[in-house]
Protein backbone atom coordinates (compact mmCIF):
# COMPACT_ATOMS: atom_id res chain seq x y z
CA UNK A 1 0.00 0.00 0.00
CA UNK A 2 1.30 3.70 -0.49
CA UNK A 3 0.97 6.53 1.71
CA UNK A 4 1.12 9.80 0.53
CA UNK A 5 2.28 13.27 2.60
CA UNK A 6 2.81 16.75 1.92
CA UNK A 7 3.90 19.65 3.00
CA UNK A 8 3.32 23.53 1.93
CA UNK A 9 6.47 25.32 1.45
CA UNK A 10 6.02 28.59 1.39
CA UNK A 11 2.71 29.10 -0.99
CA UNK A 12 3.23 25.48 -2.64
CA UNK A 13 2.54 22.34 -1.75
CA UNK A 14 4.81 19.65 -1.94
CA UNK A 15 3.40 15.49 -2.05
CA UNK A 16 5.30 12.72 -2.24
CA UNK A 17 4.88 8.49 -2.10
CA UNK A 18 6.69 7.87 1.36
CA UNK A 19 9.34 5.45 0.30
CA UNK A 20 9.28 2.29 2.76
CA UNK A 21 12.63 1.02 1.61
CA UNK A 22 14.29 4.01 1.72
CA UNK A 23 13.06 4.49 5.45
CA UNK A 24 13.88 0.60 6.51
CA UNK A 25 17.86 1.44 5.44
CA UNK A 26 17.99 3.39 8.20
CA UNK A 27 16.60 1.45 11.07
CA UNK A 28 17.85 -2.19 12.02
CA UNK A 29 14.50 -2.95 13.22
CA UNK A 30 12.22 -1.66 10.09
CA UNK A 31 14.77 -4.11 7.83
CA UNK A 32 14.26 -6.94 9.71
CA UNK A 33 10.34 -6.27 9.89
CA UNK A 34 9.55 -4.18 7.37
CA UNK A 35 4.91 -4.81 7.22
CA UNK A 36 5.92 -3.55 11.13
CA UNK A 37 7.06 0.02 9.59
CA UNK A 38 4.23 -0.51 7.09
CA UNK A 39 1.84 -0.94 10.05
CA UNK A 40 3.01 2.15 11.42
CA UNK A 41 2.84 4.45 8.82
CA UNK A 42 -0.60 3.40 7.99
CA UNK A 43 -1.85 4.02 11.49
CA UNK A 44 -0.01 7.62 11.39
CA UNK A 45 -1.40 8.31 8.37
CA UNK A 46 -4.95 7.44 9.67
CA UNK A 47 -4.45 9.16 12.99
CA UNK A 48 -2.11 12.28 12.48
CA UNK A 49 -1.73 12.87 8.65
CA UNK A 50 0.35 15.96 8.66
CA UNK A 51 2.74 14.47 10.65
CA UNK A 52 5.88 13.50 8.70
CA UNK A 53 8.17 10.50 8.73
CA UNK A 54 11.49 12.36 8.60
CA UNK A 55 15.14 11.33 8.82
CA UNK A 56 16.76 11.53 12.00
CA UNK A 57 20.05 11.86 13.64
CA UNK A 58 21.22 11.72 16.98
CA UNK A 59 17.69 12.74 18.51
CA UNK A 60 16.74 15.60 16.30
CA UNK A 61 15.45 16.15 12.80
CA UNK A 62 18.33 15.82 9.75
CA UNK A 63 17.99 19.57 8.18
CA UNK A 64 19.13 19.52 4.06
CA UNK A 65 22.49 21.15 3.88
CA UNK A 66 21.53 23.32 0.72
CA UNK A 67 18.54 25.13 2.24
CA UNK A 68 17.95 24.03 5.85
CA UNK A 69 14.45 22.05 5.33
CA UNK A 70 13.22 18.68 6.74
CA UNK A 71 14.58 15.29 5.27
CA UNK A 72 12.08 13.07 4.40
CA UNK A 73 11.46 9.51 2.08
CA UNK A 74 10.85 9.54 -1.33
CA UNK A 75 11.71 8.43 -4.45
CA UNK A 76 14.28 6.23 -3.24
CA UNK A 77 16.60 7.86 -0.98
CA UNK A 78 16.58 10.25 1.87
CA UNK A 79 16.04 13.64 0.58
CA UNK A 80 14.88 17.03 1.20
CA UNK A 81 10.91 17.87 1.63
CA UNK A 82 11.56 21.08 -0.59
CA UNK A 83 14.45 21.36 -2.98
CA UNK A 84 15.08 17.04 -3.25
CA UNK A 85 18.97 17.42 -2.53
CA UNK A 86 19.36 13.71 -1.05
CA UNK A 87 20.82 13.31 2.13
CA UNK A 88 23.69 11.16 3.98
CA UNK A 89 22.40 7.92 5.75
CA UNK A 90 25.32 7.78 7.87
CA UNK A 91 26.28 6.56 11.40
CA UNK A 92 23.47 8.05 13.95
CA UNK A 93 20.60 8.08 11.50
CA UNK A 94 17.38 7.43 12.86
CA UNK A 95 13.44 7.16 11.39
CA UNK A 96 11.20 9.94 13.21
CA UNK A 97 8.13 11.59 12.90
CA UNK A 98 8.07 15.06 12.96
CA UNK A 99 4.03 17.01 13.69
CA UNK A 100 2.56 19.13 15.72
CA UNK A 101 -0.13 18.65 18.72
CA UNK A 102 -3.02 20.99 19.49
CA UNK A 103 -3.33 21.66 22.99
CA UNK A 104 -6.29 23.46 24.90
CA UNK A 105 -5.82 26.80 25.53
CA UNK A 106 -7.74 27.85 28.85
CA UNK A 107 -8.36 31.54 29.76
CA UNK A 108 -5.25 31.78 32.70
CA UNK A 109 -4.07 35.20 32.98
CA UNK A 110 -0.58 33.40 33.17
CA UNK A 111 -0.97 31.55 30.16
CA UNK A 112 -2.19 34.28 28.14
CA UNK A 113 0.93 36.19 28.78
CA UNK A 114 2.95 33.95 27.20
CA UNK A 115 1.04 33.52 24.25
CA UNK A 116 2.57 35.94 22.51
CA UNK A 117 6.15 35.00 22.67
CA UNK A 118 5.26 31.12 21.84
CA UNK A 119 3.19 32.73 18.75
CA UNK A 120 6.68 34.76 17.67
CA UNK A 121 8.46 31.63 18.52
CA UNK A 122 6.28 29.81 15.70
CA UNK A 123 3.69 28.05 17.98
CA UNK A 124 0.85 29.64 17.10
CA UNK A 125 -3.16 29.14 18.50
CA UNK A 126 -6.25 28.88 16.22
CA UNK A 127 -9.52 29.11 17.05
CA UNK A 128 -12.27 25.82 16.37
CA UNK A 129 -15.87 27.06 17.36
CA UNK A 130 -15.48 28.71 20.94
CA UNK A 131 -12.02 27.23 22.16
CA UNK A 132 -8.75 28.12 21.14
CA UNK A 133 -5.93 25.77 21.01
CA UNK A 134 -2.14 25.90 20.96
CA UNK A 135 -0.04 24.34 17.88
CA UNK A 136 3.13 22.72 19.30
CA UNK A 137 5.46 21.52 17.35
CA UNK A 138 6.88 17.53 18.54
CA UNK A 139 9.11 14.96 17.22
CA UNK A 140 8.81 11.28 17.85
CA UNK A 141 12.13 9.29 17.24
CA UNK A 142 12.41 5.02 17.15
CA UNK A 143 15.26 3.41 18.92
CA UNK A 144 17.10 1.24 16.90
CA UNK A 145 15.40 -1.94 19.06
CA UNK A 146 12.42 -0.59 18.64
CA UNK A 147 9.55 -1.87 19.37
CA UNK A 148 11.50 -3.22 22.55
CA UNK A 149 12.25 0.17 23.44
CA UNK A 150 10.51 2.87 24.07
CA UNK A 151 10.26 6.33 21.19
CA UNK A 152 11.41 9.12 22.19
CA UNK A 153 8.84 12.12 22.37
CA UNK A 154 10.92 15.27 22.89
CA UNK A 155 9.85 19.04 22.92
CA UNK A 156 11.74 21.85 21.49
CA UNK A 157 13.69 23.64 24.28
CA UNK A 158 12.60 26.88 23.23
CA UNK A 159 9.38 25.96 23.65
CA UNK A 160 9.82 24.73 27.14
CA UNK A 161 11.49 27.54 27.71
CA UNK A 162 8.72 29.61 26.62
CA UNK A 163 6.27 27.87 29.10
CA UNK A 164 8.42 28.33 32.24
CA UNK A 165 9.12 24.86 32.22
CA UNK A 166 13.18 24.11 31.15
CA UNK A 167 14.16 21.30 29.26
CA UNK A 168 14.70 19.23 32.31
CA UNK A 169 15.30 16.76 33.82
CA UNK A 170 12.22 17.42 36.18
CA UNK A 171 10.39 14.73 38.59
CA UNK A 172 7.60 17.02 38.92
CA UNK A 173 7.18 17.80 35.34
CA UNK A 174 8.02 14.70 34.04
CA UNK A 175 10.51 15.10 32.06
CA UNK A 176 13.87 14.18 31.19
CA UNK A 177 17.15 15.40 29.90
CA UNK A 178 16.89 17.06 26.26
CA UNK A 179 13.66 18.44 26.12
CA UNK A 180 12.55 14.41 26.22
CA UNK A 181 9.02 13.62 28.02
CA UNK A 182 8.67 10.47 30.53
CA UNK A 183 6.00 9.34 29.21
CA UNK A 184 6.59 5.82 30.96
CA UNK A 185 7.21 4.55 34.51
CA UNK A 186 10.06 1.76 34.43
CA UNK A 187 9.63 -1.49 32.24
CA UNK A 188 5.39 -0.20 31.90
CA UNK A 189 6.20 0.45 27.71
CA UNK A 190 5.34 -2.91 25.87
CA UNK A 191 5.75 -1.92 22.15
CA UNK A 192 2.77 0.38 21.96
CA UNK A 193 2.79 1.75 17.71
CA UNK A 194 3.68 5.31 17.88
CA UNK A 195 0.23 6.63 17.30
CA UNK A 196 -0.74 4.68 20.10
CA UNK A 197 1.79 6.60 22.09
CA UNK A 198 0.74 9.93 20.78
CA UNK A 199 -3.14 9.46 21.77
CA UNK A 200 -2.54 8.01 25.31
CA UNK A 201 0.44 9.71 26.36
CA UNK A 202 2.15 12.42 24.43
CA UNK A 203 -1.64 14.51 24.30
CA UNK A 204 -1.95 14.09 28.10
CA UNK A 205 1.53 15.17 29.16
CA UNK A 206 1.06 18.38 26.75
CA UNK A 207 -2.25 19.04 28.17
CA UNK A 208 -0.17 18.87 31.49
CA UNK A 209 2.16 21.54 30.98
CA UNK A 210 0.64 23.75 29.29
CA UNK A 211 -1.76 23.43 32.88
CA UNK A 212 1.68 24.35 34.84
CA UNK A 213 2.08 27.42 32.29
CA UNK A 214 -0.96 28.49 33.35
CA UNK A 215 -0.31 28.26 37.26
CA UNK A 216 -1.34 25.05 38.59
CA UNK A 217 1.41 23.81 40.37
CA UNK A 218 2.57 20.40 38.65
CA UNK A 219 1.66 17.76 41.57
CA UNK A 220 -1.76 19.03 40.70
CA UNK A 221 -1.56 19.30 36.89
CA UNK A 222 -0.40 15.75 36.59
CA UNK A 223 -3.11 14.23 39.02
CA UNK A 224 -4.69 11.28 37.65
CA UNK A 225 -2.35 11.12 34.51
CA UNK A 226 0.23 8.12 34.06
CA UNK A 227 3.37 9.24 32.16
Excluded at 51 to 57: C, N, P, V
Excluded at 74 to 93: K, M
Amino acid sequence: MSHTQHRYIGAHEREWQVDLDAAARVAPWARRAPALLEGEVAAMAEHFPHWLLALGRDGAPALCGACGETVVFAAGAARCVACDTPAETSAGAQLMWVGHLPTLVRPEPALEARLPSLAGAGFPTFAAGAARYLLVMLTLAYPDEWPHEEPAVRYSPRFLDLIGVGAGPSGATHMLSGGRACLYAYAQYQGAGVAAVLQQRAVNHLASLIKIAGGTPPAEAFIGRIH
